[in-house]
């Protein structure tokens, strides 16, 4: 299994920025994919960028330019840099793993981003 645990969300300005870190633990090994989802309030769960094992990445086009993922392997850690932003980003960021053979899913337990106008 692989086990995540988000840190580095926080209240900032429009226009600031803020990164997130996302470690991962259990079976590093197996994992597939890794990436960055949120959840705003009233709102459903939205993909925010994903980095593949061959470091391939995608991002939802609401972030394009502002925010860039990445990943540190020997850290086993995955981050999510996120620059200008906008009140509109505030939300809960979930980190994401999929693992293993069958791609099993697995989330951390998500960090507040909350951007003042």
């Known amino acids: 299994q692989v086990q995540l645990v988000e840190s580095g969300g926080g209240l900032v300005q429009a226009g600031g920025s803020l990164r997130l870190s996302c470690a991962a633990s259990?079976?590093?090994?197996?994992?597939?994919?890794l990436g960055w989802y949120r959840q705003a309030p009233g709102k459903q769960r939205e993909l925010v960028a994903t980095?593949?094992?061959?470091?391939?990445?995608n991002y939802a086009d609401a972030v394009k330019g502002r925010f860039t993922i990445s990943r540190d392997n020997p850290k086993n850690t995955v981050y999510l840099q996120m620059n200008s932003l906008k009140p509109e980003d505030t939300a809960l960021y979930y980190c994401?793993?999929?693992?293993?053979?069958?791609?099993?899913?697995?989330w951390g337990q998500g960090t507040q981003v909350t951007v003042s106008s």
């Open positions: 994401n793993a999929y693992y293993g053979r069958y791609y099993l899913e697995t």
């Open positions: 259990g079976s590093i090994v197996s994992i597939n994919r």
């Open positions: 980095i593949a094992n061959g470091g391939n990445t």
